[in-house]
């Protein structure tokens, strides 16, 4: 059964920092695409960041474009997001998601992890 | 970017019933159209993609279609468990976007 669990979700001030973490298994990691998507609370879905397989190819949505950082390391099964001058606007509930397909990313997400909430605030 | 649009934004039915909810893209996406339904305090769940495939595991009364810019998620007979919001989502061109979404309540 495919699991991802993500952690490093917090209170943290604007202009700080945090990492999120999601530690994969049952599934060959290293074989497929990874996405974060993050939910406001009561809000709609919007994604963040995808990775292809191998780490080479990344995307980000233009609100976190160059503060945010989507890297993986395969060797340890875990996908990463480094989030950096973090803003009121990026308190959300974070979700890691699993490519259905394969090494590329092709834009969809199955299955999705719990989250992990990201709350900004002074 | 391909701005989604849901309708409606909630609706309220009852068991047996059948369901359609409508998505509409800004632009021509083919058939790269995602359907995805969350329970309320649960993550988002896979329904369809490509429009009408459903995932393995989810029930035949949960269908897709559409293409272009004008998609469907029908649901033939609402069952108690199908109370939650329903997502759609375009997969054609980054950045990947998502409907606003449509909350089923059951009667």
């Known amino acids: 059964e495919v699991q991802l669990l993500e952690s490093g979700g917090g209170f943290v001030q604007p202009g700080g920092s945090l990492r999120l973490s999601c530690a994969a298994s049952g599934f060959t990691f290293s074989r497929y695409a990874m996405s974060w998507v993050r939910q406001a609370p009561g809000k709609g879905l919007e994604w963040v960041s995808s990775i292809n397989n191998d780490g080479s190819s990344t995307y980000y949505a233009d609100s976190v474009k160059v503060r945010f950082t989507i890297s993986r390391d395969n060797s340890r099964n875990t996908l990463y997001l480094q989030m950096d001058s973090l803003r009121a606007e990026d308190t959300a509930l974070y979700y890691c998601?699993?490519?259905?397909?394969?090494?590329?990313?092709?834009?969809?997400?199955?299955?999705w992890g719990q989250g992990t909430l990201v709350t900004v605030s002074s | 970017d391909i701005q989604m649009t849901q309708s409606p934004s909630s609706l309220s039915a009852s068991v047996g019933d059948r369901l359609t909810i409508t998505c509409r893209a800004s632009?021509?996406?083919?058939?790269?159209l995602n359907w995805y339904q969350q329970r309320p305090g649960k993550a988002p769940n896979l329904l369809i993609h490509?429009?009408?495939t459903l995932q393995s595991g989810v029930p035949s009364r949960f269908s897709g279609s559409g293409s272009g810019t004008d998609f469907t998620l029908t649901i033939s007979s609402l069952q108690p468990e199908d109370s939650a919001s329903y997502f759609c989502?375009?997969?054609?061109?980054?950045?990947?976007?998502f409907g606003q979404g449509t909350k089923v309540e059951i009667k």
């Open positions: 989502q375009q997969s054609n061109s980054i950045p990947w976007t």
């Open positions: 998601a699993k490519d259905p397909v394969g090494t590329m990313v092709v834009g969809y997400f199955d299955p």
């Open positions: 632009h021509n996406i083919a058939r790269y």
């Open positions: 490509a429009a009408s």
